[in-house]
């Protein structure tokens, strides 16, 4: 499942995150306050436009902290105004999760410290960068309170074509992302998505952008969702197109729900024996592990103590993982099995996977390491 994708566990950079002085006007006008990205304009005459405003959003403390959504990574920081309309910010520690790839994701990062001034206009807030570098508009976070208590799980069977019923379950979490799962009943099929989800400023759609497309719902209620057309209009219909809350939120657990087999690209897939030798990690935090990204073809995940990534290959049976590197730090536990994990994965060329268990054998068909699959 992606959750945006992610879902990926984040390696985190040193920053300060002492509280800054702030101007009395800095702070009675941006203290307290949330802003979604409208716009980026280049000083040479560049724009992005977000896919998703709701997915790049600052947030300002009123003592002199500050913290941001960049796609699917979050970070934390501080802020500080010596007079009027000047602002600058301190490092920022940012996680370092794999999302799908984006030039904002790369630029805002990289214009952080030479932001030197903002200003409030038509109830819209811009940040100027240094040197005429380049101006971010943001626009007031919408007070999303149309859907009440997150996370929450929508279910209804709707209408199919040349089935008796499709079994839609949407999850819908409070980073803004969702996970959905149709199962199309008597048919051995099934189809997942996930992504990000928002809703208009009216209050009234719930959108949710995946990597099928987008799909839209007209909040009836709290509790109901209601399917709309592609073009974002009610289906005249009178048959069931609505998603009602379920008392408790219910997780899409990964794999096939006909055969229960989990699939190989979007699984946190747990490390449990290594060779002959039987893993048990002291935390889950300290759990080895990776996950497959099947937009970029990257490999993330750690080997008890470091964090790990590269990229991979994959032709049928076969498995390559390439360029793997990690972190360098000295951990108390683990170190005896993260080399050995690596040289596993490295080494690694076929694999198959039985139900929730995957095995990775290298070139000689000799079992390297086995893996279960885990929640993302």
Request: hydrophobic share 35%; aromatic share 8%.
């Amino acid at each position: 499942m992606r959750l945006c994708l992610g879902l990926l566990l984040p390696l985190l950079l040193l920053a300060s995150s002492d509280a800054q002085e702030q101007s009395p006007r800095a702070a009675s006008e941006l203290g307290g306050t949330t802003w979604q990205l409208v716009v980026f304009l280049g000083g040479d005459g560049s724009k992005l436009s977000p896919l998703d405003k709701t997915g790049y959003t600052v947030t300002f403390d009123a003592a002199g902290s500050v913290s941001v959504k960049i796609d699917c990574n979050r970070g934390r920081g501080t802020w500080k105004s010596a007079g009027a309309n000047q602002l600058e910010f301190g490092p920022l520690a940012l996680t370092r999760a794999m999302c799908p790839q984006a030039p904002l994701n790369d630029h805002i990062p990289k214009h952080w410290e030479y932001v030197r001034s903002y200003v409030i206009k038509d109830g819209h807030l811009f940040l100027s960068l240094m040197a005429d570098a380049g101006t971010y508009e943001f626009e007031p976070m919408p007070r999303e309170t149309s859907l009440p208590s997150l996370p929450a799980t929508f279910m209804g069977t709707l209408p199919c074509a040349d089935c008796p019923g499709i079994l839609y379950q949407v999850n819908l979490l409070p980073d803004h992302t969702f996970l959905s799962r149709m199962i199309y009943q008597e048919r051995s099929r099934h189809l997942d998505d996930r992504g990000r989800w928002h809703i208009t400023d009216d209050g009234k759609t719930l959108t949710l952008r995946g990597e099928h497309g987008p799909a839209r719902f007209a909040l009836a209620d709290s509790d109901t969702l209601r399917m709309l057309d592609s073009s974002g209009h009610e289906i005249p219909s009178k048959l069931n197109y609505d998603l009602k809350r379920t008392p408790t939120f219910t997780a899409i657990e990964a794999g096939n729900p006909e055969t229960g087999q989990a699939p190989l690209e979007h699984t946190y897939w747990k490390l449990t024996i290594l060779g002959d030798t039987k893993i048990n990690a002291a935390s889950e935090k300290q759990a080895a592990h990776f996950i497959l990204n099947a937009e970029t073809h990257r490999v993330s995940g750690a080997g008890g103590c470091n964090r790990l990534s590269g990229s991979y290959q994959i032709d049928g049976e076969h498995i390559t993982f390439i360029q793997m590197i990690s972190t360098m730090m000295a951990c108390v536990d683990g170190m005896e099995t993260e080399k050995v994990f690596r040289d596993a994965l490295s080494e690694a060329r076929t694999w198959k996977i039985t139900g929730q268990k995957l095995e990775l054998f290298d070139a000689s068909g000799k079992l390297r390491a086995t893996f279960e699959s885990q929640p993302m």
